[in-house]
């Protein structure tokens, strides 16, 4: 596997297992991730939140970890990344309200560089107007806003993963598995 550049953009209250899994993972086979927050700096920390599917009519959250940046936002050149990886957790809703995000993320579509989302991420691609045409999986409280932005939802089990273009997303964390080798292939390509 080549090695990549890829931007993860986070913040507080991310989900904690969609952010350190892939940031992990992703080193693991030898790319560089750079994971950023607005307003933070390299070394900043982020709050997570722990997600769990326990029989309730939605997710518990739990205190997660504190996840360390290491990068620093207002120094991003996102024309220096060739790729990027969107978390979800509670940290998109807030996220998509920042124009410069929007911007970030909106350059992965025009240069048709691979984007990795899960679970709640989808509100930043809504946001961002770049779901149009396409197909996007995500939590199932995200299919209005995956629609109301003319994107195809995939309702699919919690454990797969759908890739459209350049783009992989999945309803949550117990998808990494499929997530992952998917967003894996569209590096290689």
């Not at 709050?47 to 620093?72: C, M, S, V, W």
């Not at 199932?140 to 806003?145: I, K, V, W």
């Not at 117990?174 to 992952?180: E, F, I, N, Q, R």
Request: glycine content about 6%.
């Amino acid at each position: 596997m080549s090695n990549k550049k890829i931007l993860m953009i986070t913040g507080d209250f991310t989900e904690d297992y969609e952010t350190m899994v892939p940031f992990q993972a992703l080193m693991s086979v030898g790319h560089t991730v750079h994971a950023v927050c607005p307003d933070k700096k390299s070394g900043d920390t982020v709050a997570t939140a722990i997600h769990d599917f326990e029989g309730d009519q939605t997710y518990t959250e739990k205190p997660g970890h504190r996840f360390a940046l290491n990068a620093t936002f207002a120094d991003i050149k996102v024309e220096d990344y060739d790729a990027l990886v969107i978390p979800g957790g509670r940290a998109p809703e807030y996220l998509r309200l920042n124009k410069m995000v929007i911007t970030m993320v909106k350059h992965f579509f025009d240069t048709n560089k691979p984007v990795a989302a899960v679970c709640h991420g989808a509100q930043l691609l809504a946001a961002a107007g770049v779901l149009e045409g396409r197909k996007c999986s995500a939590y199932p409280a995200c299919q209005p806003e995956v629609e109301l932005a003319k994107g195809e939802f995939m309702d699919i089990p919690v454990d797969q993963a759908v890739t459209d273009g350049n783009l992989v997303t999945a309803p949550a964390w117990p998808a990494h598995p499929a997530w992952l080798a998917q967003f894996y292939v569209l590096l290689e390509n």
